[in-house]
């Protein structure tokens, strides 16, 4: 496929023209008008494309502002919109400078972009902190039966190494409560891995990301912190031994008694 970035070298059009170049007949008083996409959506439906297609691949460096300007008829300001939407939704990494590393380059991070979006919605009040640990139970369940550790052992062995690592660094008793909930979630999202599926996995590193405000200021105090902490490590034990032991049915259990748990315990319920 021609990528129309190979085209570029003619002055650009305005925003409008790319999607008005062929003007429809007036259409009668009681027929909906469609809406014309706005501008930036042509840089990311092409894209889109170029990612499906594979003539991008994690790594590549998308053409500059300009390029892309000219070969889509729209504005820089427009292309501007487009990569840093990009960016947020993580599919691109922004940097500024010369060189292979700057400007625009594909990544590929889809719970960041996931993470965002949740955050706002469970900050808007659409989206509750109850219906994401929902979610949450619900993901690491079915995770937790679906864990095959003997479909590709070496990998399944170096993650419960990790998961052991993480349990052991929780259990310092002068560890730092930010500290500690940061280790408590890449626990929890490791574990999901040994599913083998990418989506759940990247689900539930967004929905990490996005209640880890909600997560950090449950616990008010020390004082209050230390009894809790206490039962977190021995549930985390238990969760961590009946996924070792292959028992999916147990570790799901487990799991949800202590997402329950945790979540009745923050909110008094």
């Known amino acids: 496929m021609t990528s129309p970035w190979e085209n570029a070298g003619v002055a650009p ?45 994690v790594g590549d460096q998308l053409p500059g502002e300009r390029a892309l300007a000219e070969a889509h008829g729209i504005s820089r300001a427009s292309v501007r919109d487009a990569i840093r939407i990009l960016d947020v939704m993580g599919v691109v990494r922004t940097a500024t400078g010369s060189g292979p590393g700057a400007g625009a380059v594909v990544i590929s991070e889809p719970a ?33 039966r679906g864990a095959d550790l003997e479909a590709d052992p070496a990998r399944s ?17 002068e560890l730092e409560r930010g500290a500690f909930h940061e280790l408590d979630a890449r626990f929890h999202v490791r574990l999901s891995g040994l599913a083998g599926n990418a989506v759940i996995e990247a689900m539930m590193e967004s929905l990490r990301l996005a209640i880890s405000g909600y997560v950090r200021d449950a616990v008010r105090s020390d004082e ?9 490590r021995g549930q985390h034990h238990g969760i961590l031994d009946a996924v070792a032991a292959g028992d999916g049915e147990q570790a799901a259990g487990l799991l949800r008694e202590h997402i329950e748990w945790f979540h009745g315990w923050s909110t008094g319920s």
Do not use: C, F
């Not at 809406?35 to 840089?43: E, F, T």
């Not at 009040?125 to 139970?137: G, K, W």
């Not at 209050?224 to 977190?232: C, D, E, S």
């Open 157 to 173: 062995a170096a993650v419960l190494e990790e998961a052991r690592g993480l349990l052991a660094a929780m259990d310092a008793p």
């Open 112 to 144: 960041a972009g996931i993470a965002t979006a949740l955050r706002m919605h469970v900050a808007s009040a659409r989206l509750s902190v109850q219906e994401i640990v929902q979610t949450r139970i619900l993901l690491e369940t079915w995770a937790a």
């Open 224 to 232: 209050a912190w230390g009894p809790v902490a206490t039962v977190l």
């Open 13 to 57: 059009a305005s925003d409008t023209e790319r999607t008005s170049a062929v003007r429809p007949r007036t259409p009668a008083a009681d027929t909906p008008v469609p809406a014309r996409p706005k501008a930036y959506q042509l840089v990311l439906n092409d894209i889109e494309d170029q990612l499906r297609t594979g003539a991008l691949t």
